[in-house]
């Protein structure tokens, strides 16, 4: 499975900027697609998730500001981001949880990783 990010870039403090992700390649059942962002020196957190049946999980962080969303036809997953601020400014990382039975009828879950796109939000 392969991601690919795109949306990020600069801009000014109280703006939006949405992100878009879209898994390819030999997919089985995405469950779980999120967004989680890393500021160098620091660890990488989870903004937000979503199951494929929509629910949704977000950051204390981010709540009322961000968005998750997916198409799951497109196998796509958004972060509508607004009203950004400098505490906002990393490197945003999609991520997928493909779900697969293997050979003893056995769930196994595999996390891939989208590379990152740079969000920086300047004063």
């Known amino acids: 499975v392969q991601l690919q990010a795109s949306g990020g870039g600069l801009v000014q403090a109280g703006g939006s900027l949405r992100l878009s992700c879209a898994a390819s390649g030999r997919i089985f059942n995405l469950n779980y697609m999120g967004w989680y962002r890393q500021v160098a020196g620091k660890e990488r957190e989870l903004v937000a998730d979503?199951?494929?049946?929509?629910?949704?999980n977000y950051a204390d962080s981010v709540k009322g500001r961000f968005t998750i969303s997916r198409d799951n036809a497109k196998n796509t997953v958004y972060l509508q981001m607004n009203s950004l601020g400098l505490a906002d400014t990393a490197v945003y990382y999609c991520?997928?949880?493909?779900?697969?039975?293997?050979?003893?009828?056995?769930?196994?879950?595999?996390?891939?990783w989208g590379k990152g796109t740079l969000v920086t939000v300047s004063s």
């Open positions: 991520s997928a949880d493909d779900l697969y039975y293997n050979d003893y009828g056995a769930p196994v879950a595999v996390k891939y």
């Open positions: 979503i199951t494929r049946g929509g629910s949704t």
